[in-house]
């Protein structure tokens, strides 16, 4: 037997340390979040994607009675992303979370079905994607969604 140690590095700042385009996406993609149809969770989730080409697609959470019909903010922004733009890669991915009248304080990470789809958008393109995360306790940053997902399933996966 051996073990395997996976590590990943997420870099915590306060909003005020982001460069001034990633906080730009921050905000953005909290203004989203007031666009989420959550009828039922109230958890409203706002993404911003920033693309190659300068453009930036925004998305929010979709939810519905029969809840494997919804979709998350991540989706709805990298489908629109790669319908529109199917050329341009995605350089970063801003996400931010409201509940109960405010921002979330603490990290809500996207979930295992998100993550796949971030790390397919990275392999469609061979970029990887910045990710940002906020909430009221400051902004986590992974430089690539392959960071997020370890021991992933990818279209080599396919091949073998």
Do not use: W
């Not at 109960?100 to 790390?119: E, I, W, Y």
């Amino acid at each position: 037997m051996r073990e395997l140690q996976i590590q990943t590095s997420v870099k915590v700042y306060s909003y005020d340390e982001l460069e001034p385009e990633m906080a730009s996406l921050v905000d953005t993609a909290k203004k989203m979040t007031q666009n989420a149809y959550c009828p039922y969770s109230g958890f409203r989730v706002g993404a911003a994607a920033l693309l190659a080409n300068g453009q930036v697609v925004t998305g929010a959470n979709q939810e519905n009675a029969a809840y494997p019909s919804g979709m998350c903010a991540e989706r709805v922004t990298l489908f629109a992303a790669n319908a529109n733009y199917p050329d341009t890669p995605v350089l970063a991915l801003a996400l931010a979370c409201y509940t109960k009248g405010h921002f979330t304080h603490d990290v809500s990470s996207p979930c295992g079905a998100c993550r796949q789809v971030m790390l397919e958008t990275e392999h469609r393109f061979g970029k990887p994607m910045k990710v940002i995360l906020y909430c009221e306790e400051g902004c986590y940053v992974v430089d690539s969604a392959a960071d997020l997902l370890p021991l992933s399933f990818v279209a080599e996966n396919l091949e073998q």
